[in-house]
Each structure stands twice: as structure tokens, then as C-alpha cells.
């Protein structure tokens, strides 16, 4: 099933005295499909689910599904929906309704943690074989109390899951949206909601945004005076040879040092992703076509930090140990980053087990904090295997929750908890040939969202720091 083009709202029709007056909605449904409507979407707040007890919310599920079936275009599309507010187990049970080409799941209970959302659509997704839609519709904080957008990092999680075939964007505010588009757009279809849809209409791939972005960021690096730069596979449109060969030739030209970044956001998966596997061992040579001399890569991440990390060290180190091999050829070291995973112990531990000149790890002095591990006894264990960096700087954000990854959140190098001056002679000490690569990931509300500030006060902080060096 492909949901392309415009998914038409199912309105629902009342009679006087509050009853579903199916005699209009049979007229709406054949409205739609004679002005072109091929795909029919019952939703939570459009369909008036609020006013409806969970049984007529069944019945005009069913209804419309046999309805448009039997009587309309048994090829046409019919999504249905959860109730608003309702337990797992009910939206479970509402998506094992028969008929329906797909179920809309909307999350009614308050905002605590991405692992909870995440949890209650991982329950259903396991349980069902039925096609979800994703309805992001604005959550309400269970600590502020405030409307919020759902986290972008838990969207980039939810649609990996099996069944998930589209995001419903509810939040009506587009400097959102555009976060949305650009981190799902090349995955799955996303239904708009609310006024103003037109203006997405011209909307560029996110190829065309990613070239352009690409070429921007290089010169915003040439602007900013830096030595390097570190490129995420994620972010590049396109892995043929004659692209490849322009990036090489851009770098080049403005003689920029250069990481290669494979693995975002989770990698190998604790060592449980083979085809993961087998796309990493694949850009080893993309990194040798851009002249890149190091590849950043990802064994486990956050999602994976509470399983046992036992079973996840002894699979990333045979897989490690099996990689290193094909990147030794092409003249290419392995980094793999502590991301927010394992402590400094477990990292050293991992490449002592893999015991390869060509294998060690992108230190991220930020990472390190995030899991309760001092970044600067962590860089005194593993400085002479460091073979590329992530400098960040965090403080804590008092409305988060603590467990939250973001609770520690990026500022500008200097104006945090992160010592980066020490962590920077420890690394000269040990004769680390690379250079520091500011990293800005969730940036703290102090800051305006003005990432661009963020670095160029970042760069110009370690710079300083160079200069200072013993």
C-alpha cells in the first residue's frame, strides 16, 4: 500500500439529537471519491471522536471501511483511528479491527519520556500486522504542564518500526514541520494537517536541500578558518562515484582535513544489525572516495544503553575485528564513538578486544558526561586510541527530566561543565593527529536556537584553547 497525494478527512455528520447521521456521510464519502479522493481518513479530532463513546467509534470505523470497499472502490484507502484518550491495550485492540487498510494511533497520554512513547508503539507494532500511521499531534508536558512538539529524535525512532508507513504532522507549525520533512521525507510519505498545506507543495527533496546544505556547510567551514571538517553519510544526497569525487574536490581546493561519519543515529545496533553491518563495510568505500583517512562509526547508541552490554561488546567485537580488515587496505582507520552507551571502560575494553592499530575510538567529550562518566579520567584511559573527536560543551536544562539524553544540553565550547582545555593537552600528550570537531546537538534554550552562534563561538573558543597548549 502507497499513501500518495491527498488524504481526504472523513467529517463525521450528526443528526439533532447527537446521533451519526449515515445517510450525510454516505453522500460525503461519494463527494469525495467523484472530486478524485482515493484515500479516506477517519481521524481522532476531524471525525469528532471527542463527542463519541469507544463503541460508535468502532462502528464508524467499520462503516466507513466496508462502506468504501464495498460500495465505492475496494481499492481505494481507508485509514482509521484510535480513540483520543485510551490505554495501549485499546489502541492495540482498535488495530486488530478488521478491513481497514491502516490504523492512525494517536498518543493521548501525557509527555514524560521519549522510552514511553516509544514503548506504547513498539507494543502495537509487534502485535499487529496492520499498516500505522503516526498521528503527531502537539503532546502536553507531564512536567511544565506546556504544549510541546514531539522530539525529533524519538520520530527518527518511531519510524523505523516495521508497520509504521506514514507520519500524520499535526503540530501546525511549520519551522516544525520542516524539522519533520527533513529527517523523514526520504523514508515515508507525511500527511499535513491544518491551513497553509499549499506551501509545501514546491517543497524540495531532501536531496536538493542536503546537496545544497552540503556545499553551504563546506563554505560556512572555509568562513569559519577551520582544518577539518567531519561529513555524516545521513546527510549526503547521493553515494555515486562522480559525487564522491566532487566532495574529494571540494575539500581539496580549501584543503580541509576530513572524518568520515558513518552510523547515525543507532549503527549496529549493539551488534545486533547485520545488513547495518553490511552498509558500514559498504561506505568504507565511500570514505577512501573522498580521501578521508578516518571513518567515524556507531556500535551502539542510547536506544541500546539499558540492555546488557556484555552480549553488545562481544558482538561489536567480532564485527570490529571483521571490519578493520577490509578498512586496513583502503588506508582507513575505524573510530567508533561513545554514543551515550558504554563508559570509558567498556570503549577500552571493546578496542582492546578488536586489538588493531586501525581501530579506536571519535571521543565525545560530551557523551561521556551524559552517561555519568568523567570525560577527563575517560580521556587519560583512552587518549592514545583516539582517532577523532567531538568536542561539546553541556549544562543541565532544569525543565527536562533527568533521564532524558537532553537533560545535559549543548552550549557553546567554554560555557559548560566539560573541561575541553584539559581534554585538549591530554590529547596533544598522547600525539593525537587529528583535530576537534565542534559538536552542537540538542542546544540548550539559553542559546535561541542560534546553532550558527553556537559554533562560530565554539571554533573561536578552540582556537584559543590551540593557542594555549603546552
Not at 485509514?79 to 490505554?87: E, G, K, L, Q
Not at 565525545?364 to 586510541?385: S, W
Not at 549544562?395 to 584539559?422: A, H, M, Y
Request: some cysteine; aromatic content about 10%; hydrophobic content about 40%.
Amino acid at each position: 500500500m502507497k499513501i500518495e497525494g491527498p488524504v481526504f478527512t472523513v467529517m463525521t455528520p450528526f443528526k439533532e439529537k447527537g446521533a451519526i447521521d449515515y445517510a450525510c456521510l454516505r453522500k460525503y464519502l461519494h463527494q469525495i471519491y467523484d472530486a478524485g479522493g482515493r484515500i479516506f481518513y477517519v481521524t481522532a479530532y476531524s471525525s469528532r471522536f471527542s463527542v463519541m463513546s469507544r463503541m460508535e467509534i468502532r462502528k464508524l470505523n467499520g462503516y466507513v471501511t466496508n462502506y468504501v470497499h464495498g460500495i465505492i472502490d475496494n481499492q481505494a484507502i481507508v485509514i482509521v483511528s484510535d480513540p483520543i484518550h485510551c490505554s495501549t491495550e485499546v489502541s492495540l485492540n482498535f488495530a486488530k479491527q478488521k478491513h481497514a487498510d491502516a490504523i492512525s494511533l494517536i498518543y493521548g497520554e501525557r509527555y514524560y519520556s521519549n522510552e514511553a512513547i516509544y514503548a506504547h508503539y513498539e507494543y502495537i507494532n509487534n502485535r499487529v500486522n496492520i499498516p500505522i500511521v503516526i498521528h503527531l499531534t502537539p503532546l502536553i508536558s507531564g512536567i511544565t504542564g506546556q504544549l510541546m512538539n514531539w522530539p525529533i529524535v524519538l520520530v527518527d525512532e518511531l519510524v523505523k518500526l516495521d508497520n509504521v508507513i506514514a507520519i500524520k504532522e499535526d503540530s501546525k507549525d511549520d519551522d516544525y514541520t520542516e524539522k519533520v520533512i527533513r529527517i523523514v521525507d526520504d523514508r515515508l510519505p507525511i500527511i499535513l494537517s491544518g491551513g497553509g498545506k499549499r506551501r509545501w507543495m514546491g517543497y524540495k527533496t531532501k536531496a536538493d536541500i542536503l546537496r545544497t546544505d552540503l556545499e553551504d556547510f563546506i563554505n560556512r567551514a572555509v568562513a569559519l578558518e577551520v582544518d577539518g571538517v567531519s561529513l555524516e553519510s545521513c546527510f549526503l544526497p547521493s553515494f555515486d562515484s562522480a559525487y564522491l569525487s566532487e566532495i574529494k574536490g571540494m575539500l581539496d581546493e580549501h584543503n580541509l582535513d576530513r572524518v568520515y561519519a558513518w552510523g547515525h543515529p543507532d549503527g549496529l545496533e549493539g551488534g545486533k544489525n547485520e545488513k547495518a553491518y553490511e552498509e558500514m563495510i559498504q561506505h568504507i568505500e565511500f570514505a577512501d572516495a573522498i580521501g578521508a583517512k578516518v571513518m567515524r562509526v556507531v556500535g551502539s547508541s542510547l536506544m541500546f544503553r539499558f540492555e546488557p552490554h556484555g552480549p553488545q561488546i562481544e558482538a561489536l567485537s567480532r564485527m570490529f575485528s571483521d571490519a578493520v580488515k577490509v578498512a586496513e587496505p583502503h588506508g582507513i582507520k575505524l573510530a567508533d564513538e561513545n554514543h551515550i552507551d558504554f563508559d570509558a571502560d567498556e570503549m577500552l575494553t571493546l578496542i582492546n578486544n578488536v586489538n588493531s592499530p586501525n581501530f579506536g575510538i571519535n571521543f565525545d567529550t560530551g557523551n561521556f558526561l551524559r552517561v555519568l562518566d568523567d570525560p577527563i579520567q575517560g580521556m587519560e584511559k583512552l587518549a592514545k586510541h583516539v582517532f577523532a573527536t567531538h568536542i561539546k560543551d553541556l549544562k543541565p536544562q532544569k525543565s527536562v527530566p533527568v533521564n532524558e539524553w537532553f537533560f545535559f544540553s549543548s552550549t557553546p565550547i567554554g560555557e559548560g561543565l566539560v573541561d575541553n582545555r584539559k581534554l585538549a593537552q591530554i590529547l596533544k600528550d598522547n600525539g593525537y593527529e587529528g583535530f576537534l570537531a565542534v559538536e552542537i546537538d540538542f542546544l540548550h534554550p539559553d542559546y535561541n536556537n542560534d546553532e550558527d552562534m553556537a559554533v562560530a563561538d565554539s571554533i573561536k573558543e578552540l582556537k584559543r584553547i590551540a593557542s594555549m597548549l603546552e
